[in-house]
């Protein structure tokens, strides 16, 4: 009876928790309110504005609900978040609200020939990162205004092909936004180069997409605003650099995951990539955490959206300043914080990780199993460093790190089979043969997690609090990505240095008997 008392009450906390979400969401976002009319899709139909293209087609909302994941803190937005906390760097410290266009009022009017005019555009200013996330209604894209690859091609088909041919480039216009007939703003940019200076500025990113994107957006009266198709649901435009690398790629995740927070959407979006890029395994990862990924070159003609945001560049997050910058933070359980707010810590990083485990509907809460003799089962899970083919213009040769790699596994290997006080199982981390899903479960179910400094390493934001990280660092990659994302999360940290690139595996088992006596073997 206790139980369901408890149960009813967390029901009841989450309904009332959702219910002010969508008001939020719904009461900020003007563009669902309005009432169809000659000028306005129906929110569940399109039909094209193309004498060519008049089938009606059902668009039902797809988008995948958010789950409940433990470590979940509001993302409510707080104009006094402390400049150098760490909500601030890692949770919603986009706290300066900047309107480049709001709504005409002809919108709550009925329109009658041309009306329209709803077009709305603003962004969210991160002070601490030097950052915006932006988002925009009634905004339509050109593909054929982009000059790019066309992407999502197999990797195969597309071998030497130039990185400056997957980037985009667009010319103006590429992307507008409707407004009334008689706007003054008919034909003009959205944002001067003053404002992205100030709020998109450049700094050492050579390459700032996410601006030259915004640079490109014009003003367009109701009447022009014609479009193939209608995209209904939120959707997220991203622009990856290094779309092959795991930590840059995880930097693109949580870049887009922050983005669907800060500004509040009910459910998990769609993804576009406003790139040229070819397909990867990581895909697989994107397609499971958010609700369905498209290229903008697979759109023919204008294509409109709703809802678009545009998400940061990786390399706006903390997870990649904080390679450079200091950034003084710690990794807490999010039930401490809710109960003792602190600055200096945060659980964002274990939420973020939690939602690639829900997205794989792995579970959030796992615990260590017990053999048949009373003995506790512990993974240690060794990643490990093998060739594979990453991009178009990759040899498939991977630089090795750990020069006797293959020695340290089999000495681990033989010493966990003569290990008495817990069972141990050695996983052999061949990530280059494994799904995304088989590589993000591995990291969960590793109570120790070995390998040498590599991308693969950065799986550990999806590890479970009692993990520990054994980190083997040669003297040329002694740089802090790992130990970092350990201190954010609030993971157990222990590197061990090596003159070269060659480890003891006589040293590495000691370190790793030491991390396991802490663990009760």
Same mark, same amino acid.
């Given at each position: 009876m206790k139980m369901n008392t408890k149960s009813l009450k967390l029901l009841i906390s989450l309904f009332i928790l959702n219910s002010i979400t969508l008001y939020l969401y719904f009461s900020s976002h003007p563009d669902y309110f309005r009432r169809p009319s000659s000028s306005?899709?129906?929110?569940?139909?399109?039909?094209?504005?193309?004498?060519?293209?008049?089938?009606?087609?059902?668009?039902?909302?797809?988008?995948?609900?958010?789950?409940?994941?433990? +470590?979940?803190?509001?993302?409510?937005?707080?104009?006094?978040?402390?400049?150098? +906390?760490?909500e601030a760097y890692f949770g919603n410290g986009f706290t300066r609200s900047l309107h480049l266009l709001k709504p005409s009022p002809e919108i709550y009017r009925k329109s009658g020939?041309?009306?329209?005019?709803?077009?709305?555009?603003?962004?969210?200013?991160?002070?601490t990162l030097r950052s915006s996330i932006c988002e925009g209604g009634r905004m339509r894209m050109h593909p054929d205004k982009i000059k790019m690859s066309i992407g999502g091609e197999e990797l195969e088909s597309v071998i030497g092909r130039g990185e400056e041919e997957e980037l985009p480039e667009f010319e103006s216009g590429a992307f507008d936004l409707e407004v009334g007939e008689k706007s003054k703003s008919v034909g003009k940019k959205l944002a001067d180069e003053g404002f992205l200076n100030e709020f998109l500025q450049k700094g050492q990113i050579s390459r700032h997409t996410?601006?030259?994107?915004?640079?490109?957006?014009?003003?367009?009266?109701?009447?022009?605003?014609?479009?193939?198709?209608?995209?209904?649901?939120?959707?997220?435009?991203?622009?990856?650099?290094?779309?092959?690398?795991?930590?840059?790629?995880?930097?693109?995740?949580?870049?887009?995951?922050?983005?669907?927070?800060?500004?509040?959407?009910?459910?998990?979006p769609q993804v576009v990539f406003v790139d040229g890029h070819c397909m990867t395994p990581l895909e697989e990862t994107w397609k499971a955490v958010f609700s369905g990924l498209r290229y903008a070159k697979n759109f023919s003609g204008p294509v409109c959206f709703r809802h678009a945001i545009l998400s940061p560049l990786g390399y706006e997050t903390a997870m990649f300043k904080g390679l450079s910058e200091?950034?003084?933070?710690?990794?807490?359980?999010?039930?401490?914080?809710?109960?003792?707010?602190?600055?200096?810590?945060?659980?964002?990083?274990?939420?973020?990780?939690?939602?690639?485990?829900a997205a794989f509907a792995l579970p959030l809460q796992r615990h260590h199993q017990n053999s048949? +003799?009373?003995?506790?089962?512990?993974?240690?899970?060794?990643?490990?460093?093998?060739?594979?083919?990453?991009?178009?213009?990759?040899?498939?040769?991977?630089?090795?790190?750990?020069?006797?790699?293959?020695?340290?596994?089999?000495?681990?290997? +033989?010493?966990?089979?003569?290990?008495?006080?817990?069972?141990?199982?050695?996983?052999?981390g061949l990530f280059g043969h494994m799904s995304m899903k088989e590589q993000v479960r591995a990291i969960q179910d590793a109570s120790v997690i070995v390998g040498a400094h590599g991308a693969g390493l950065t799986h550990i934001v999806s590890a479970t609090p009692e993990a520990e990280i054994?980190?083997?660092?040669?003297?040329?990659?002694?740089?802090?990505?790992?130990?970092?994302?350990?201190?954010?999360?609030?993971?157990?940290?222990?590197?061990?240095?090596?003159?070269?690139?060659?480890?003891?595996?006589?040293?590495?088992?000691?370190?790793?008997r030491d991390i396991l006596k802490s663990l009760g073997c």
């Amino acid at each position: 009876m206790k139980m369901n008392t408890k149960s009813l009450k967390l029901l009841i906390s989450l309904f009332i928790l959702n219910s002010i979400t969508l008001y939020l969401y719904f009461s900020s976002h003007p563009d669902y309110f309005r009432r169809p009319s000659s000028s306005t899709p129906n929110p569940h139909h399109f039909r094209s504005s193309f004498p060519h293209h008049t089938a009606l087609v059902s668009l039902p909302n797809s988008n995948k609900p958010w789950p409940i994941l433990p +470590s979940y803190l509001p993302w409510s937005l707080t104009p006094n978040t402390p400049f150098t +906390s760490c909500e601030a760097y890692f949770g919603n410290g986009f706290t300066r609200s900047l309107h480049l266009l709001k709504p005409s009022p002809e919108i709550y009017r009925k329109s009658g020939k041309g009306g329209g005019g709803g077009g709305w555009f603003r962004c969210f200013y991160s002070q601490t990162l030097r950052s915006s996330i932006c988002e925009g209604g009634r905004m339509r894209m050109h593909p054929d205004k982009i000059k790019m690859s066309i992407g999502g091609e197999e990797l195969e088909s597309v071998i030497g092909r130039g990185e400056e041919e997957e980037l985009p480039e667009f010319e103006s216009g590429a992307f507008d936004l409707e407004v009334g007939e008689k706007s003054k703003s008919v034909g003009k940019k959205l944002a001067d180069e003053g404002f992205l200076n100030e709020f998109l500025q450049k700094g050492q990113i050579s390459r700032h997409t996410m601006r030259e994107l915004i640079e490109s957006i014009q003003l367009i009266g109701a009447n022009e605003f014609e479009c193939s198709q209608w995209i209904e649901e939120p959707t997220l435009l991203v622009t990856r650099f290094e779309y092959a690398n795991l930590f840059h790629t995880v930097t693109d995740w949580y870049s887009a995951y922050v983005s669907s927070r800060v500004t509040g959407l009910p459910n998990r979006p769609q993804v576009v990539f406003v790139d040229g890029h070819c397909m990867t395994p990581l895909e697989e990862t994107w397609k499971a955490v958010f609700s369905g990924l498209r290229y903008a070159k697979n759109f023919s003609g204008p294509v409109c959206f709703r809802h678009a945001i545009l998400s940061p560049l990786g390399y706006e997050t903390a997870m990649f300043k904080g390679l450079s910058e200091d950034i003084d933070c710690y990794g807490s359980p999010a039930h401490d914080l809710w109960q003792n707010p602190d600055e200096k810590k945060t659980a964002r990083i274990s939420e973020f990780g939690e939602m690639i485990r829900a997205a794989f509907a792995l579970p959030l809460q796992r615990h260590h199993q017990n053999s048949k +003799s009373g003995t506790r089962n512990h993974n240690i899970l060794f990643v490990r460093r093998e060739d594979y083919l990453a991009h178009p213009r990759h040899g498939g040769k991977v630089q090795s790190r750990l020069s006797n790699e293959q020695e340290v596994f089999d000495a681990l290997k +033989s010493w966990s089979w003569n290990h008495t006080d817990c069972k141990l199982n050695l996983i052999n981390g061949l990530f280059g043969h494994m799904s995304m899903k088989e590589q993000v479960r591995a990291i969960q179910d590793a109570s120790v997690i070995v390998g040498a400094h590599g991308a693969g390493l950065t799986h550990i934001v999806s590890a479970t609090p009692e993990a520990e990280i054994l980190e083997i660092i040669s003297n040329e990659f002694r740089r802090p990505h790992f130990a970092l994302i350990s201190r954010w999360k609030g993971l157990k940290y222990h590197p061990i240095y090596l003159g070269g690139s060659h480890a003891n595996p006589t040293m590495v088992i000691e370190k790793l008997r030491d991390i396991l006596k802490s663990l009760g073997c």
